[in-house]
């Protein structure tokens, strides 16, 4: 025991929680993954890169003919999946958190994101 009532072990668990707010951000964020489901995120991500391979497909006149259009096509394919994954899984946490700033951040993503379809068919 030490002179304020404490034991020694207990000290360095205090210290440890000092380290983990300094990182509070990433903690919450790591907390917040192991409450969700995977699979849906992973769904997410499997649609967008299967919606974003059929058009690349259409925009290429069908399958590729030679490897480095291959390769293009895979790592086209692996990015949309990363976009469909991540951009979910950050809006999730995002609404969770529910602070203004996460609001404010929602809110301008999608009105850039209407704005963006919207003048698609302008141009």
């Known amino acids: 025991m030490t002179p304020s009532g404490s034991a020694p072990s207990r ?3 205090e210290a ?4 983990d707010r300094a990182a509070g951000m990433f903690n919450s964020f790591d907390r917040f993954l192991e409450r969700l489901p ?10 967008t890169a299967l919606v974003s391979l059929w058009f690349a497909l259409a925009l290429l006149g069908g399958l ?4 480095a259009e291959w390769v293009v096509l895979a790592m086209f394919g692996v ?4 976009v469909g994954f991540m951009i979910p899984l950050l809006v999730a946490y995002l609404v969770e958190s529910r602070t203004r700033l996460s609001m404010v951040l929602i809110a301008a993503g999608s009105a850039v994101g209407a704005g963006a379809v919207a003048l698609q068919g302008v141009a």
């Open 11 to 13: 000290i360095s668990v």
């Open 16 to 19: 440890d929680g000092d380290e």
């Open 38 to 47: 995977a699979w849906l995120f992973h769904s997410l991500g499997i649609v």
């Open 64 to 67: 590729p003919g030679g490897l």
């Open 79 to 82: 990015f949309s999946y990363a």
